[in-house]
């Protein structure tokens, strides 16, 4: 299928995204005498390679979108995404098919042996446009966003065109990439290396990725069934009917159940992923549950092993690496996916700003230490949880097992259970984007974090959402109140003129929780970035410190 009849096709019938193939063509590129050049090329159209190029085309930024292959991912991928990947997609034009199809949930309970050890919700409050977690095939996420781009003129995706050299030259990169009628080379400003775990250009740049690779094995097996499990993440420590491992459990749309038996480093791969050996897995685990005999068939099983690492560094020059390229989670978190979105969403404004001249290429480095810094953290979540799944030693064990049992009765033990911390995306405390604070503030707005939802009244009296009246592409201003103060604030970005999109959020009953949330007083203002994370604010700010936050926050200071 060509990708603007996936357009044309897309909410007319159900598309059945696995098997969907697109077409490779032949582009004039192909054939020039030179090599043509582009301002940028993302490599991979996985789901950050289709974020990013969503993302660079909605700021007018033309993309060359390459991927080796012509399908969309198949199988036992992703399947948890994040309220904050959610926000990414709904700023990216694709939000609502993601929510409409995945199955939202917020609580996950956690089992010893029969027994719930307690409940978690990850989402106690109300007021937020997104649930903290819809489950969703990876090959939705991706068919929803592969739609999106065929919307967008600006992106030119290129099936079946796998890079195999990529040389930095005076200026720009220099790519080669081969395809069904041969190799042909293109020019870029900037690569984006979104080719995923075992990324072509990390190799051919002679990088690495450093961390942990961890000894156990784990059976992913898809199932679908008639069974009415609610919509929560379960997870068992020793269950009796998979003993000395962990089991997890999660609905997926379409009927489909995804269920990991932990199985060991010992196990045999390739006799674990055989049906007959499945199927009495999937049984023993009905069989407990009140679903006791309910029929079931498997639509997709593997079994995978991971490590948690991550490249030094994730710029090299002009090539720039996201997503699974640049690092690695464990599975237990959600992490993998999800912080490659806010990979995506934290380079696209930056090198939109850098192709423009809006900034100097050093706001580059600050995409890598930004991102380099939150995939540390989700190293550590994910390492830890892993550690405390599959602990190490016999001391760890036993450690382990203490606090298991200590968790039926005692709250503080509870809080050292991990069966994995899901995925929040890190605020970037130590930015050099960032504006540290002058005035006092309470609460959880600081300058690096991600900006929090809230319902809000629109202009036409109807409801909204904060995070949905935010620019797409452009630096947003949130100025509180409708009386002096905030007139004086406005006068103050009037005076500051700069292209900015300005919110005003009265102080009133229908906006107490986004003051509440934003610590809000008349007047108060809050500087936030293309991809809404905050880098300044001020209870009452000057036309000059306006400059000077946007002026570091674009790296020109
Ligand atoms: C079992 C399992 C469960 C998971 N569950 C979750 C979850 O619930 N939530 C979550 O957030 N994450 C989860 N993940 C992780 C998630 O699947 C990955 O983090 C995600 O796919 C990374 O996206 P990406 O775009 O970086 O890379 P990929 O999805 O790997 O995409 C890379 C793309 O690059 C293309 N490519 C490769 N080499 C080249 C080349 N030389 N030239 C051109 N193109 C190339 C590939 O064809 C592919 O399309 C899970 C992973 C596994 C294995």
């Not at 809404?532 to 946007?550: G, I, K, L």
């Amino acid at each position: 299928m060509k990708l603007d009849a996936l357009a044309a096709a897309a909410g007319q019938q159900p598309i059945d995204y696995q098997k969907l193939v697109f077409d490779y063509r032949p582009h004039a590129d192909q054939r020039a005498a030179a090599p043509a050049r582009h301002p940028v090329v993302v490599v991979g159209a996985g789901p950050v390679g289709l974020a990013l190029a969503i993302d660079l085309a909605q700021q007018q930024v033309p993309v060359v979108l390459l991927d080796n292959d012509h399908k969309l991912s198949t199988g036992s991928r992703a399947i948890c995404f994040s309220k904050r990947s959610l926000e990414i997609f709904d700023r990216l034009g694709c939000g609502q098919p993601m929510a409409d199809k995945g199955v939202s949930w917020k609580v996950g309970r956690v089992f010893l042996r029969g027994d719930e050890l307690y409940s978690f919700d990850l989402l106690p409050e109300d007021g937020h446009a997104r649930p903290a977690f819809v489950n969703l095939q990876q090959y939705y996420v991706e068919g929803f966003l592969a739609e999106r781009a065929a919307a967008l003129p600006l992106i030119d995706v290129r099936w079946q065109n796998k890079v195999i050299d990529v040389v930095q030259e005076e200026g720009h990169a220099l790519l080669t990439i081969e395809t069904p009628d041969g190799p042909y080379a293109l020019q870029a400003d900037w690569v984006a290396a979104c080719d995923g775990s075992r990324s072509a250009l990390r190799q051919l740049l002679g990088q690495e990725s450093h961390g942990r690779v961890f000894r156990d094995r784990f059976l992913i097996a898809d199932v679908k069934m008639e069974v009415d499990f609610p919509a929560e993440r379960w997870f068992w420590f020793d269950p009796d009917f998979h003993r000395n491992q962990s089991v997890l459990l999660h609905r997926q749309p379409d009927g489909v159940w995804r269920i990991d038996f932990q199985l060991g480093w010992d196990a045999d791969p390739e006799a674990e992923k055989r049906p007959e050996n499945i199927m009495p897995r999937v049984r023993a685990l009905l069989d407990a549950s009140p679903f006791k005999g309910a029929e079931f068939s498997l639509e997709w099983a593997s079994v995978y092993t991971f490590a948690c690492q991550r490249m030094d560094a994730f710029r090299h020059g002009r090539v720039l690496f996201a997503g699974d390229a640049a690092h690695g989670v464990s599975p237990f978190g959600a992490r993998g996916a999800n912080s490659g979105l806010q990979d995506a969403e934290n380079l696209a404004w930056k090198l939109a700003a850098v192709l423009r001249a809006q900034a100097p290429d050093a706001l580059l480095d600050s995409y890598a230490r930004e991102r380099e810094m939150a995939a540390d953290e989700n190293i550590l979540n994910s390492t830890r949880a892993t550690d405390f799944i599959t602990p190490k030693s016999e001391v760890s064990r036993l450690f382990r097992d203490a606090v298991l049992r200590l968790a039926r009765r005692h709250e503080f033990a509870r809080r050292l259970v991990n069966s994995g911390r899901l995925s929040v995306p890190a605020t970037l405390h130590d930015s050099v984007l960032n504006t540290v604070d002058v005035d006092a503030f309470d609460g959880r707005m600081v300058p690096g974090a991600v900006a929090a939802d809230a319902p809000v009244v629109l202009s036409d009296g109807r409801a909204g959402w904060l995070l949905h009246r935010l620019g797409a592409t452009q630096f947003s201003v949130l100025v509180f109140g409708e009386g002096a103060g905030a007139q004086a604030s406005l006068s103050a970005l009037a005076e500051a003129d700069l292209p900015l999109q300005v919110e005003c959020v009265p102080l009133d009953a229908a906006h107490a929780l986004a003051a509440a949330r934003y610590d809000a007083q008349e007047g108060t203002t809050y500087l936030l970035r293309p991809d809404q994370h905050v880098c300044a604010r001020w209870r009452r700010p000057t036309a000059a410190a306006v400059r000077a936050a946007y002026d570091r926050a674009l790296a020109r200071i």
